[in-house]
């Protein structure tokens, strides 16, 4: 026995359910009478009349004039309207959600039941033991006796709804009970599966003592979504799209999105981050929850426990995954008779799309469950930790020397040098050729080598190599079979076969995964790659285009010349050696001579050993390496590095960074905001504040005590306990070494002396970078500037404790100077902006205006702006035409490379102004206007397009996703010029000298002389170029939206910056239902607590700024 839909909130008093309180079905005619009811008993607070013209319509607060409904609408129509104007049910009343269901069921109450003396009822109670008496209550006739139901019952009462099924024999019965139990209880503590996953409660069983008989329960299920109507399609699916509320999105993806995805999440979630199998998901095992209007939520319920594994084996992993790719065909079947336009192919290749994204990056313990024959093996994805240690301790390694470059630029830039064969590429269809060519007689073997013919069913596949021939006969189990076969005539063969033909059949290799992204992120590091390989010169042209396409383009390879005199081991560290002085920070090969010979050479070089996947290689499995060096498979990391660990922020300072295209968007995540009060959010600001004048008064203190500060003290130890203040490890960015104590006696002295707060300039604070969704989701100033003005704060309480005039801030906005921006976003960002200066405190010593504004008074020049803007348009121009020549299309980073070198030459720029062309660009691809198509995510798109922005010729993805690449790159280059042509003016004004004395905060570009500052710490990004957050241990941070999500935040709403765009994120394990978990419903009218999802107020009491 199981309660229906939340048993743990109580109906409203009234009399049993019968079958005339059904709801009408979907198609039924709507009737003004009823309807209303409805409205007014789910606290809709709408009604439905007639119009003047004899339609029905839908009137009430926010409906405007009223809302058509039509002549002759169904209640499909009253609930697509609802829908539409956003509005939910908000009463509470689980008789009738039951009854709702009902109606939509494929099938009724089946059955019939028999009464059960209450004397031969046991009640097995689940942990819930009062939920289950109280159901058990409900059931209990006045004779004392249970409804024993022959199938499936239903019983309304005045207090509860509960559902009654036959269950079987006891310990069938409880397996059901304990396995809900469990499953629940994971489900209640993991937000992200609680995202995708509800479980059907199943309280209690009741077993008839004298038959051994049990009864158990059992939200619309896959039948019920599926059912076809008149014309043959699954008419509540219909409904359902159709009750979408962003009706530009297309039908398919809102689809993949809302039932495709959520299956997959939640036996991805279970299996891989809890180690439980669900292996019911098909037929009547789960169902798809629905809002009270038949909009889907995007979570599916399940209802069967029997097959809830907590230690599954690969046999019944396998079996699982068989149960849920039939309920993905039936789906798919289902939403394709809905499309007539789309075929049944288009569908499925779009869930297949889905999978592989479910399955990739999984625990290596679950790739290996779900290794064994089963639908989903082709898609299983992993990629083993001492693989991702080993790629990115060669990245440390190559920042590392990047830095030690920076300050000596006499050393040599870092490389890693990479084998093509075997190793960069992967000859997969050659070998595969040789193999079926020598599987016939010849000569060493006469009668053939039958399994050679179809390879593919081989456990490992032979090599060129000869080194690795020998592993591959034992391994294949071919020398057993075939003792009398000369193995080394028949390698022979292969080997001939496989070096035939070379021009043909080198464009057939393919490239190792991950090589094109390793490649990015050792460039990204300071670094670069040279591919060194044994092919021949008169191969290279076939090499380099196998790399270009697959997106390592320009790639620096060695070929060997065509003497081949010597062996290839000494010609490839010859070759190396001809690039002069060059830093090897490793080598990666697949030979271990080729290993020890460039080790030798470069005696810093880590040695890396790439063994391909299902090819010999030099060493039996169980065998060390020779050399001792590391072993990988392919290049590729994980996109979140610690996500075993939890919640993390990515901690980049860019975009580039980060593995767009493989981090998961989480559209879901918007469906669990948190939507704070006006009071909880003015608690948050107050815990920040109140921390940052605690962190103020500890440094201001040990500033007094260690300098000796009081009234009488001279401004030689004001400006010396002012350094010690400015340069506390919260506020300071870079080395101590760049900003001197006579660097502050510059910049302050004066103020000092005459007693007055010292001026203090900081630049920025644009707009959000929100226009393509991936850093923010929308314009305004959000928790990150708010904790940035609070930093301010904590700058100026600590220095009036030294000084007590303490500190002037002068903040200049950049909002249109460097790009041409909207009056009203500018504005929008500044007015809030200033709100959260009043509000942090600092109103009264913070100025925020223009920065164009303030030069223009400062500098004493009139009509400065006008003449500023001429020149900008005269520098753009000069710019422009000298770099015509230059198309950004055409192989992005070379043209870059090409431009870097064009623009050192050019003298009518500043030096340090014209040579951040490639940097800026690099930077203001990624916050430049998207085009998104319609019908689509705008979220999804930027992710298609950013995941290899550079790469403009991708074979792998659409000819759109390709223009709109080319589109982003065109938009930056157009920003960039005038970008420069606008710092080259500034230099030309003198806009650094706006302010005689001051103390510049340097954001950025941090050198001698400057003060680095921080707002928020971590990894530098600034306030506006993300989203601000909260971590797991509540520290105000920034970061890029796409990562949030990716690792499981939520939005946070909050009435002091609006409904539109979240006021930060936070991990979904700090929030909470503000009920138990089947109470995720709208709360009951009047109730003071807003519904949803509430922060964790322990969490957010502990708000604070990072100390470093």
């Known amino acids: 026995m199981t309660a229906r839909l939340t048993p743990e909130l109580a109906a409203p008093a009234s009399p049993p359910a019968t079958a005339a309180d059904v709801p009408p079905g979907l198609w039924h005619p709507l009737t003004v009478p009823a309807a209303n009811d409805l409205l007014s008993a789910g606290g809709y607070g709408l009604r439905v009349e007639r119009s003047a013209g004899g339609s029905l319509q839908l009137s009430g607060a926010g409906a405007g004039a009223g809302l058509p409904l039509g002549h002759d609408p169904n209640w499909s129509d009253l609930y697509r309207a609802l829908v539409r104007l956003r509005r939910t049910r908000r009463v509470f009343d689980p008789a009738w959600l039951h009854r709702l269901t009902r109606s939509l069921a494929a099938d009724r109450d089946t059955g019939g039941s028999v009464p059960l003396p209450a004397d031969r009822a046991d009640l097995l109670p689940s942990t819930r033991r009062q939920l289950a008496e109280d159901c058990f209550a409900a059931v209990l006739g006045p004779n004392r006796s249970v409804p024993f139901p022959a199938e499936r019952i239903t019983v309304s009462g005045p207090e509860r709804t509960v559902q009654l099924q036959a269950a079987g024999p006891r310990e069938r019965a409880l397996r059901q009970l304990r396995g809900w139990e469990r499953l629940s209880s994971i489900v209640e503590s993991d937000p992200d599966l609680r995202m995708h996953c509800a479980t059907q409660p199943v309280p209690a069983v009741v077993v008839d003592t004298g038959t051994g008989s049990a009864m158990r329960v059992s939200a619309a299920d896959l039948a019920t979504l599926l059912q076809p109507v008149n014309d043959g399609t699954p008419g509540l699916l219909r409904v359902v799209l159709d009750n979408r509320f962003e009706r530009r999105e297309d039908e398919l993806e809102y689809f993949l999105e809302h039932f495709v995805r959520p299956l997959l999440r939640t036996f991805r979630l279970a299996l891989d981050v809890h180690g439980i199998g669900l292996f019911a998901l098909g037929g009547g095992g789960i169902a798809f929850e629905l809002s009270p209007e038949l909009q889907a939520t995007g979570r599916i319920v399940v209802t069967d426990y029997l097959r809830v594994s907590h230690e599954p084996t690969r046999a019944e992993v396998s079996s699982g995954a068989r149960a849920l790719v039939e309920t993905l065909d039936e789906l798919s079947a289902g939403f394709s008779r809905l499309e007539s336009a789309r075929r049944e192919s288009r569908v499925r290749r779009a869930v297949d799309r889905v999978i592989a994204e479910e399955l990739r990056f999984l625990g290596p313990r679950t790739a290996e469950l779900l290794s064994g024959e089963q639908p989903l093996q082709c898609y299983v994805h992993t990629v083993p930790e001492a693989q991702d240690e080993v790629l990115n301790s060669v990245l440390d390694r190559v920042q590392q020397r990047t830095r030690r470059r920076r300050w000596d630029d006499r050393l040599p830039q870092?490389?890693?040098?990479?084998?093509?064969?075997?190793?960069?590429?992967?000859?997969?269809?050659?070998?595969?050729?040789?193999?079926?060519?020598?599987?016939?007689?010849?000569?060493?073997?006469?009668?053939?080598?039958?399994?050679?013919?179809?390879?593919?069913?081989?456990?490992?596949?032979?090599?060129h190599a000869a080194a690795t021939w020998h592993n591959f006969v034992s391994l294949s189990g071919l020398r057993e079979r075939y003792p009398s076969v000369d193995w080394e005539e028949v390698r022979a063969d292969f080997t001939r076969s496989f070096l035939a033909r070379p021009r043909e059949k080198l464009r057939t290799d393919s490239v190792n995964a991950g090589l094109a992204r390793f490649v990015w992120d050792v460039q990204d590091a300071g670094g670069r790659v040279v591919f060194c390989t044994g092919r021949r010169e008169r191969f290279r042209e076939h090499t380099e285009e196998v790399l270009a396409t697959a997106g390592v383009p320009d790639a620096m390879l060695l070929c060997l010349s065509e003497d081949g005199g010597r062996p290839r081991t000494e010609l490839k560290v010859e070759k190396l050696r001809e690039l002069g002085d060059v830093d090897v920070v490793a080598v990666f090969d697949d030979e271990l001579a080729n290993r020890i010979a460039v080790t030798k050479e470069f005696g810093g070089a880590i040695p890396v050993a790439v063994e391909i996947p299902g090819l010999a290689a030099e060493r039996l499995p169980a065998q060390p390496v020779a050399d001792a060096a590391a072993v990988i498979a392919t290049f590729e990391t994980t996109p979140r590095p610690g996500a075993r660990s939890g919640q993390r922020l990515s901690n980049t300072h860019s975009l580039e960074e980060l593995q767009i295209g493989a981090l998961r968007k989480n559209r879901q995540a918007r469906r669990w905001a948190v939507h704070l009060t006006e009071q909880e959010s003015l608690s948050i600001v107050d815990s920040v504040v109140a921390d940052a004048d605690r962190a103020a008064a500890r440094t201001g203190r040990s500033a007094v005590a260690k300098f000796g500060i009081d009234e009488r003290s001279e401004p030689e130890q004001v400006l010396a306990a002012l350094h010690h203040v400015f340069t506390r490890k919260q506020f300071i960015k870079g080395s101590r070494a760049n900003y001197q104590p006579a660097d502050l006696r510059r910049d302050a002295e004066p103020f000092v002396r005459r007693g007055e707060p010292i001026e203090v300039v900081l630049l920025g604070f644009p707009v959000k970078q929100c226009l393509n969704r991936l850093k923010a989701g929308g314009p305004l100033p959000d928790f990150a500037e708010l904790g940035a003005m609070a930093r301010l704060r904590e700058l100026q309480q600590a220095v009036s404790a030294v000084h007590r005039p303490g500190l002037h801030f002068n903040?200049?906005?950049?909002?249109?100077?460097?790009?041409?921006?909207?009056?009203?976003?500018?504005?929008?960002?500044?007015?809030?902006?200033?709100?959260?200066?009043?509000?942090?405190?600092?109103?009264?010593?913070?100025?925020?205006?223009?920065?164009?504004?303030?030069?223009?008074?400062?500098?004493?020049?009139?009509?400065?702006?006008?003449?500023?803007?001429?020149?900008?348009?005269?520098?753009?121009?000069?710019?422009?035409?000298?770099?015509?020549?230059f198309d950004i299309t055409d192989n992005p980073l070379r043209t870059l490379e090409l431009v870097h070198l064009r623009t050192a030459e050019m003298g009518e720029f500043a030096p340090h102004v014209i040579g951040l062309f490639r940097e800026i660009l690099m930077s203001l691809v990624y916050s430049v206007p998207v085009v998104v198509p319609a019908g689509t995510d705008r979220l999804e798109w930027s992710t298609a397009v950013y995941a290899d922005i550079y790469n403009v010729t991708d074979q792998t993805v659409s000819a759109e996703v390709r223009q709109a690449r080319c589109a982003v790159l065109r938009r930056a280059w157009h920003t960039v010029l005038r970008y420069m042509a606008t710092m080259q003016v500034d230099e030309e004004f003198g806009y650094e000298r706006m302010f005689p004395n001051r103390v510049r905060l340097t954001l950025s570009a941090v050198r001698k002389g400057c003060l680095g500052f921080t707002y928020l710490g971590g990894s530098g990004l600034l306030p506006w170029q993300g989203t601000g957050v909260l971590d797991d241990r509540g520290n105000v941070a920034v970061d890029f939206a796409i990562s949030l999500l990716d690792q499981g935040f939520v939005p946070v709403y909050s009435p002091l910056l609006g409904p539109r765009q979240p006021w930060l994120m936070v991990p979904s394990q700090r929030t909470h239902l503000t009920g138990a978990i089947g109470a995720a419903v709208p709360a009951p009218r009047g109730s003071r607590t807003p519904p949803g999802i509430r922060l964790d107020p322990d969490f957010a009491a502990r708000a604070r700024l990072r100390r470093k």
């Open 414 to 463: 870092p490389a890693v040098v990479i084998d093509v064969d075997l190793c960069g590429l992967v000859p997969l269809q050659r070998i595969l050729d040789a193999a079926r060519s020598v599987s016939g007689p010849r000569p060493g073997a006469p009668d053939g080598i039958l399994e050679l013919a179809g390879p593919g069913t081989l456990p490992v596949l032979p090599t």
């Open 811 to 885: 903040i200049l906005t950049d909002g249109r100077h460097f790009r041409s921006r909207p009056h009203a976003i500018t504005d929008a960002y500044q007015k809030k902006l200033r709100e959260y200066v009043d509000l942090v405190g600092i109103g009264d010593r913070t100025s925020v205006e223009e920065i164009d504004a303030v030069a223009e008074q400062r500098l004493g020049l009139p009509g400065l702006k006008a003449e500023h803007a001429s020149r900008v348009a005269r520098y753009r121009r000069l710019l422009a035409e000298s770099l015509r020549s």
